[in-house]
């Protein structure tokens, strides 16, 4: 069973950064794509960001477009949300997500992050 492991979550001021960072239990080259979803409160979970197994350059979703970056180091099986400017609408629980294929994929626990306005 594949273990992902986030860190980083907290309570931040809107206009401040935070940094989340997820570990795997194995081979992040293993996965098609890495990336980082997030759910708040009695909405859908929704995608941040993604970042293919065969380059560096992230996909991300329209609302933290310019704000957050994606990155992996794959030598240490992580991979990084860096988030800037936060907005309380970017308050949510965030997942690591690490897809093997199309309709299969593993997820972290989760990791809260909230923003006060």
């Known amino acids: 069973q594949v273990q992902l492991v986030e860190s980083g979550g907290g309570s931040v001021q809107a206009g401040g950064s935070l940094g989340l960072s997820c570990v795997t239990s194995?081979?992040?080259?293993?996965?098609?794509?890495m990336g980082w979803y997030r759910q708040a409160p009695g909405q859908e979970r929704e995608m941040v960001a993604t970042?293919?197994?065969?380059?560096?350059?992230?996909v991300y979703g329209d609302s933290v477009k310019g704000r957050f970056t994606i990155f992996r180091d794959n030598a240490r099986n992580m991979v990084y949300l860096q988030m800037n400017a936060l907005k309380s609408d970017d308050t949510a629980v965030y997942y690591c997500?690490?897809?093997?294929?199309?309709?299969?994929?593993?997820w972290g626990q989760g990791t809260q992050v909230t923003v006060s306005s």
């Open positions: 997500n690490a897809e093997v294929h199309p309709g299969f994929s593993y």
């Open positions: 194995e081979s992040i080259v293993r996965f098609r794509t």
């Open positions: 970042i293919p197994r065969n380059n560096d350059v992230g």
